[in-house]
């Protein structure tokens, strides 16, 4: 069984890496081809650790197979070509020397950007662009893209094949965009790194609260795009600050048990303030140009959530900042939080006058804001609020917290 979790966490982590490196080889136009080698690759190690024992750097050991499963394909394909397709094979000779399958630090970095950007293009639709991402760089299981776009797998399925039947059709090649075309690109870039950390933040596609792992994987790339000149933009450096200052509360967000400590409760002890001064150096940093993006407004906010004080200042700031932010990117979520500073800032009686008109039916967040402005004022109503949230509710998690909260009313 710990066997078992350690690879889970290994192709968490190594899928995508490995994919844009073979990809990068093969073209966009063979993705599939990188995909059932990296998949068998890891069915081998599986199959080989089970019975011998695991090796002693397991990641070299996947990049070793990965090349001789590379090699053998190229060698079966090549004889195909040469012995069935004799004509096809005279025209597509190829020169590459499998051997130099790259598998160092930099070049996986420069494989994974490129892909990202190749991903990216506008020739496919944005939807499909993301979808595309999540499943192929960032190593997103099937369920937790249709969860993502509130579909189910069939849908996100056909997607996906259109879609790379269009970096197909279209010869998009894996390489940087051009510069004129950069920024726009660097847009949904930002934006599948932002989907992948929320996914971690808060997961509502496996029964646990917090994924650690998928956090770390969108701040790594973040972090490449920081570190590319081209694309350590103001908007890309918000970004950055933001995962920062939401991981910097990662080990105050949990009990020993995995349940979820909420803000007001935490022990800010436990705040990480290493990652807090980081999250302040890339906010300094996103603070050069004119653009404003809702990277900006989030990580502002974010920032003063890292303020230990529950002033009144705070939470005047907060709900200034949340008024912004809903000019720009206007969401169920935006609208619950701006409510909860609202009721942070103004009071219940205020937030309630504009929470209870919304009737977000399917929202279980609703539910819960609902009951704690309820709480004083009317008990037993807010129960039933909270028994609406916990109907709706998806994870342990949220059905523990959510009854913690109705027991905590008797």
Not at 1 to 7: G, K, V, W
Not at 238 to 267: K, P, V, W
Not at 324 to 337: G, W
Request: net charge negative; hydrophobic share 40%.
């Amino acid at each position: 069984m710990q066997n078992d979790n350690f690879l889970k966490e290994l192709f968490q982590r190594e899928f995508a890496k490995m994919v844009a490196v073979i990809s990068s080889l093969f073209g966009l136009e063979h993705i599939e081809i990188a995909e059932d080698i990296v998949s068998e690759t890891f069915l081998t190690a599986a199959e080989s650790w089970g019975m011998k024992g695991m090796p002693v750097n397991p990641t070299a050991w996947l990049y070793t197979v990965a090349k001789q499963k590379t090699l053998y394909h190229f060698r079966r394909d090549k004889i195909f070509q040469q012995k069935i397709l004799p004509a096809l094979s005279a025209q597509k000779e190829e020169t590459t020397e499998l051997n130099e399958l790259n598998f160092s630090d930099q070049h996986i970095k420069d494989s994974q950007l490129q892909m990202i950007f190749a991903i990216c293009t506008p020739v496919i639709a944005s939807e499909a662009q993301i979808g595309l991402a999540l499943r192929i760089l960032c190593g997103f299981g099937i369920d937790e893209i249709a969860e993502a776009f509130l579909t189910n797998k069939e849908t996100i399925n056909k997607r996906l094949f259109r879609a790379k039947e269009k970096l197909r059709s279209e010869k998009v090649q894996l390489e940087f965009p051009p510069a004129d075309q950069l920024s726009d690109r660097l847009n949904n870039v930002l934006h599948i790194i932002y989907l992948l950390f929320n996914e971690g933040y808060y997961s509502m596609t496996q029964n646990e609260i917090l994924r650690r792992d998928l956090c770390a994987e969108a701040m790594r790339l973040g972090t490449f795009l920081s570190e590319y000149e081209p694309t350590s933009q103001p908007k890309t450096n918000a970004l950055l600050a933001l995962m920062c200052f939401h991981a910097s509360r990662f080990n105050a967000r949990q009990t020993s048990d995995g349940d979820i400590i909420l803000y007001e409760d935490q022990d800010r002890n436990k705040w990480d303030m290493a990652l807090i001064r980081q999250g302040m150096h890339f906010l300094d940093l996103s603070a050069t140009g004119d653009e404003l993006s809702s990277y900006h407004l989030e990580a502002r906010i974010a920032c003063w959530h890292c303020i230990k004080e529950d002033s009144s200042e705070k939470w005047d700031e907060i709900l200034a900042l949340y008024d912004l932010l809903m000019t720009i990117n206007f969401s169920p979520a935006v609208v619950l939080n701006r409510l909860y500073a609202l009721y942070k800032s103004k009071g219940p009686e205020t937030a309630l006058k504009e929470a209870e008109p919304l009737q977000m039916d399917n929202n279980h967040f609703y539910f819960v804001l609902l009951g704690e402005l309820y709480r004083q004022k009317d008990p037993a109503k807010a129960r039933l609020q909270f028994q609406k949230a916990l109907s709706l509710s998806k994870t342990q998690s949220e059905r523990q917290e959510i009854q913690h909260k109705i027991d905590s009313l008797s």
